[in-house]
């Protein structure tokens, strides 16, 4: 029957990106990994779980499905036979790859990294791709909270080491791949974790890098990553001729022309680098088509981690900076104010950068005492973290402007009461 199709798994595979041929491989591997012998659960079984044909997979493969995906069986959709509930699967021990992600997560906000696995076993498989993907997805929590750090830094590119190390061992075209395309994906992360902190040299040569790896593994959503990262690298060091050539490389990846979801950010990265320029037909031109594909994005589809943050929330953000850059300071402030009313509360960084925009905004329209309210928010937002170096720099940018258009009295109070906190870039 159609209502019997277990839903909740085929969702988790599609979040993933886990073919039925490559969840079998997993689920052997982990079972491999649990008992000491490669499991044989075939195909047609994952079928009939996707079916609702079997609603209770076996013992061995239950404790498989949940060392690989990290959630409970019942998480997956699945239900005991029956009412027999007297038996339950006694609970597993933790498994390598939770152990795996904590330890990331350890890295990312100690003040060294620690090792990630001490030991693997010698055949590598689909399991290993989804735990370094569950481990890239812990970084960016982290970094939408924090914002990025060296530690960050350190973790990502341990990660990548891992992915790269395991690649050597794999035994499938289609896994190497897939490594090839986190050690990338990891490696990006790195790349704008020192973008955010403002440690812009290194960041340039991990995008090198990151980028050869995307190439190696013919992922065009990794090499977009990696274009939309150096042009805001090069927005940092304001080069605003390689940021927009940047950002139409973005433009001109396969996945940017297949997806409205990529093209919008792509279109988007390129009208900041033109307002920049000081071209702003050419930045509203771009904002416009930016606007125009992010209309035609199904919500409802999967997306890359990486690009999770970019929704119309963001777009609104970057309309406020685009707007702002090229003199519209009403249109800034009213897109700023869009942005924060979509903005999840999780991106604690990118509310906060936001709200400088916003300052910012209220500033050129001669709005002192608002702007200052409004860049006051973003010590209360960031409270308990440093803040990060880009947006740092931002505040700089603001109190630049405060002195040139405010009484000094002003702008000298305005230092002297967040001198504890912040201190230009």
């Keep these: 029957m159609a209502d019997s199709r277990n839903a909740a ?10 073919s039925a041929r490559e969840l079998t491989d997993a689920v052997n591997h982990a079972i491999r990994d649990l008992t000491g012998r490669l499991g044989a659960t075939s195909e047609r079984t994952v079928f009939r779980w996707l079916s609702g044909e079997n609603r209770w997979p076996q013992e061995r493969q239950r404790r498989a499905l949940e060392a690989i995906s990290g959630r409970t069986v019942a998480d997956l959709g699945f239900v005991p036979r029956g009412k027999r509930t007297t038996s339950p699967v006694p609970p597993a021990a933790p498994s390598e790859d939770t152990v795996h ?3 990331f997560v350890g890295a990312a906000t100690a003040a060294v990294a620690v090792p990630l696995i001490a030991s693997r076993p010698q055949s590598v498989g689909t399991s290993d791709v989804v735990r370094l993907r569950d481990s890239v997805e812990a970084l960016v929590a982290i970094d939408a909270e924090r914002g990025g750090h060296t530690a960050l830094e350190r973790a990502a590119l341990a990660g990548a080491d891992e992915a790269l190390g395991l690649q050597r061992r794999s035994t499938t075209q289609r896994v190497r791949q897939r490594l090839f395309s986190l050690a990338a994906d990891f490696t990006a992360t790195a790349a704008w974790s020192l973008i955010d902190a403002r440690q812009l040299d290194a960041a340039g040569k ?3 890098r990151a980028l050869t790896l995307a190439g190696m593994a ?10 939309n990262l150096r042009a805001m690298l090069a927005r940092q060091q304001k080069d605003h001729g390689m940021a927009v050539a940047a950002a139409q490389a973005a433009q001109a990846t396969p996945i940017a022309r297949q997806s409205p979801l990529h093209a919008s950010l792509a279109h988007a990265r390129t009208a900041i680098g033109l307002a920049n320029s000081g071209d702003r037909r050419g930045a509203l031109r771009s904002l416009g088509r930016a606007e125009d594909a992010m209309g035609k994005v ?7 981690i990486w690009i999770a943050f970019y929704g119309p929330a963001e777009l609104y953000s970057l309309t406020a900076t685009v707007r702002d850059v090229v003199g519209d300071p009403a249109e800034a402030e009213a897109a700023a104010y869009r942005a924060l009313a979509a903005l999840p509360q999780t991106y604690r960084r990118n509310r ?7 300052a910012l905004a209220q500033l050129h329209q001669g709005d002192v005492e608002p702007a200052c309210a409004s860049s006051a928010d973003v010590f209360t937002i960031m409270s308990g973290d440093p803040l990060p170096g880009r947006l740092r720099q931002l505040l700089g940018t603001f109190h630049r402007d405060l002195i040139t258009l405010a009484p000094p009295r002003i702008a000298h109070e305005w230092a002297d ?9």
Excluded at 9 to 18: D, K, T
Excluded at 298 to 304: G, V
């Design 9 to 18: 798994l085929a969702a988790w595979m599609a979040e993933v990106g886990m």
């Design 101 to 103: 992600r904590r330890r």
């Design 206 to 208: 991990h995008l090198d």
């Design 218 to 227: 013919q992922d065009s959503d990794m090499a977009m990553q990696v274009w």
């Design 298 to 304: 199904d919500t409802t589809e999967p997306r890359p």
């Design 352 to 358: 906060a950068h936001t709200t400088v925009r916003l």
């Design 417 to 425: 009461r967040y001198r504890t906190e912040w201190s230009p870039a």
